[in-house]
T-cell receptor, first 115, second 111 residues
């Protein structure tokens, strides 16, 4: 069974440019998460989807960040315009849903460098 | 808000036991997790413990929870070079939907 797939794996852009990340969760997983992991730190949740609905986006900087999961499967995270401080690894995770068996499976991440 | 703290670095010799410690502040934490992250990879769940337990053992891994002190530890017996990675402690109070991670402990295993 394929795990969580993310692309691109690496992205280098200049500040003020837009950038988008794509995530394909594990088949059948209703819940999808986007995390940001700064260098030397643990991941921090940006947004959580239940199917196509964003149920927790309180940590998403809405002035420049946006996300969508139109058909409740794949998701994209966009930054426009990017700032130097956005350099980080952006991790996508998915889980079956709520309940006691709700292990989150993580993708390998997209490493963003903003110059 | 919730806070999860870990020491930054641990170095052990191959074959020794490793103990990675974590403290957290949220007294309503229900689930506590240990994740492993290898270079260039995502996080892999190693084990988790419910807050009503004080110990869980899974092969070479032993998790100890002191709920009174809000202290969690992960012991790896017979540590191998393949165990070298960053280990993250995380807590959740609602069945794993909202994870708060610590900063990670880098474990280095010397041959």
């Amino acid at each position: 069974e394929a795990g969580v797939v993310q692309s691109p794996r690496y992205k280098i852009i200049e500040k003020k440019q837009p950038v988008a990340f794509w995530c394909n969760p594990i088949s059948g997983h209703n819940t999808l998460y986007w995390y940001r992991q700064n260098l030397g730190q643990g991941p921090e949740l940006l947004i959580r989807y239940e199917n196509e609905e964003a149920v927790d986006d309180s940590q998403l900087p809405k002035d420049r960040f946006s996300a969508e999961r139109l058909k409740g499967v794949d998701s994209t995270l966009k930054i426009q315009p990017a700032e130097l401080g956005d350099s980080a690894v952006y991790l996508c995770a998915s889980s079956l849903g709520t309940g006691t068996d709700n292990e989150q499976f993580f993708g390998p991440g997209t490493r963003l460098t903003v110059l | 808000g919730e806070d999860v703290e870990q020491s930054l670095f641990l170095s052990v010799r191959e074959g020794d036991s490793s103990v990675i410690n974590c403290t957290y502040t949220d007294s309503s934490s229900t689930y506590l997790y240990w994740y492993k992250q290898e270079p260039g990879a995502g996080l892999q769940l190693l084990t988790y413990i419910f807050s009503n337990m004080d110990m869980k053992q899974d092969q070479r891994l032993t998790v100890l929870l002191n709920k009174k002190d809000k202290h969690l530890s992960l012991r790896i017996a017979d540590t191998q070079t393949g165990d070298s990675a960053i280990y993250f402690c995380a807590e959740s109070n609602n069945a794993g939907n909202m994870l708060t991670f610590g900063g990670g402990t880098r474990l280095m295993v010397k041959p």
